[in-house]
């Protein structure tokens, strides 16, 4: 089985890479409170982890991916609750470019970004489309809720929003070692949103409305109801994301 993990790799084997037909998974996430039951990496750790399941299955398929060391720090300047590691939306949006490009220094043009934290999706779109301007390069930005709605949907009975049922049961298939004993409900008061039949972070918003305080709007940490999380709803999403972005790779390889 070959290496799968930029940073367990020799400055010889990356070199040997072929750059043509080997694609760069950079995961991005967060570090920020996630209720008394999740640890505050949730996002990081199950965008890696994610990360890693879709370069095995490219692997599978004879598709080289290698995944660079997950970008922790994300944009969280709302999230009040203890543990937030935040970077300001210029800082984060250079490190991601300077991630990059130091891609592109390395000879390696097919990479991806796939996403684990709600707060980046509109930042990581304006920095992939500057970085095509300044070097025609395209890197897609693969956010694994968006790419799943219509699972999220099916499986989870409340919502799919922060630290809730949804997200809950993919750290739970991810294998995220949590004390469900901990798990809470909370329903998080969102005056200025529009009805929808089911709240799912990652579905297209009607309204964009800037960020406003976390603890303003809920005060445990967990926007709905961790309680109803289990791990076979997490497998049935994580099996999308997989097998979605694994898909979306190979119509990549051939552009």
Known sequence: MKKILWNEMTMNEIGALDKEKTVI???TGAIEGHGPHLQVDCDS????????????????????????????????????????????????RSVVWDVCKSMVDNGFKKIIILNGHGGNPNFLAITAQEFYQEYKVIIPVIDYLRISTDIIDKVIETSF???????????????????MK????????MPHEMPEAKDILGAPQKVIIPLTKITERCKSGVMGDATKATKEKGEKIVQAVVERTVAYIKRFLQY
């Open 161 to 179: 929003r922060h630290a809730d049922e949804g997200e809950t049961s993919v750290s739970l298939a991810l294998g995220m070692d949590i004390d």
């Open 45 to 92: 750790f199950n965008v890696t982890e994610l990360a890693k399941r879709v370069a095995l299955a490219c692997q599978e398929q004879e598709i080289n991916a290698v995944v660079i060391p997950t970008l922790q720090f994300g944009y969280s300047e709302w999230m009040n609750y203890p543990g937030k590691i935040s970077l300001r939306s210029k800082t984060f």
């Open 182 to 189: 901990k798990a809470t409900k909370e329903v998080p008061y």
């Open 25 to 27: 998974i950079f995961p």
